[in-house]
């Protein structure tokens, strides 16, 4: 169950209009800062929730006051309950089944399009990784299931996107390997990845 039934991802180029207007959206409105901070590229990124009139509100005032700054926002009146707890944190296996790994150049995009995604087909989030340092201000996320509604969502995820200014890429895995699948059950972060050895040729 969903603690939050709506979130809002705010993406800011200036750090300090960041933090100055985080600061006024929490005294706004009766709303969760769920994680704020620093990210990659200088930027500074916001998530919060909590009812849907509360979040709307805060948004609003942040698209007043930070207006000059925001890169990108995201909105989530009836947040799907697995974005809910990606955002949070939480992450899923990906099993033996197709992956998809969808990219683009803005944290609140990749937000988008997984809940357009999810919410579209009976597909499972792996993972959502919203621009840490490695990443140079992109995200990710990483979906697994059935081929044929893998290769849906992703046109459904595209199809929204289609025409904003967040690039978009995506690539489908039909059939992944043991060892990658075993690897994106871990994590897709190298630092905190796993050795995963083949059985292969003995060096001679």
Known sequence: MKKYPAIAVIEFSSIADGIYTTDAILKKAPIAMLKGGTVSHGRYLTIFGGTTG???????EALVIGAGSIL??????????????ALLGQR??????????LETDTISA?????????????VNLVELRLAEYEMSGKAISVYSGELQEIQSAMDLASDF????????????????????????DDTTRYNDAKLHELEGEEPS
């Open 54 to 60: 509360s979040v709307s509100e805060s948004l609003s």
């Open 72 to 85: 990108d926002h995201a909105f989530l009146p009836d947040v799907h309950p697995r974005i809910h707890d």
């Open 92 to 101: 899923t296996s990906c099993g033996q089944d197709a992956v998809a790994i």
């Open 110 to 122: 990749t937000v988008r399009a997984a809940e357009v995604a999810i919410k579209g087909m009976e």
């Open 161 to 184: 996107l289609r025409g904003r200014q967040a690039f978009t890429h995506y690539r489908i895995i039909p059939r992944p390997h043991d060892a990658l699948a075993r690897q994106l």
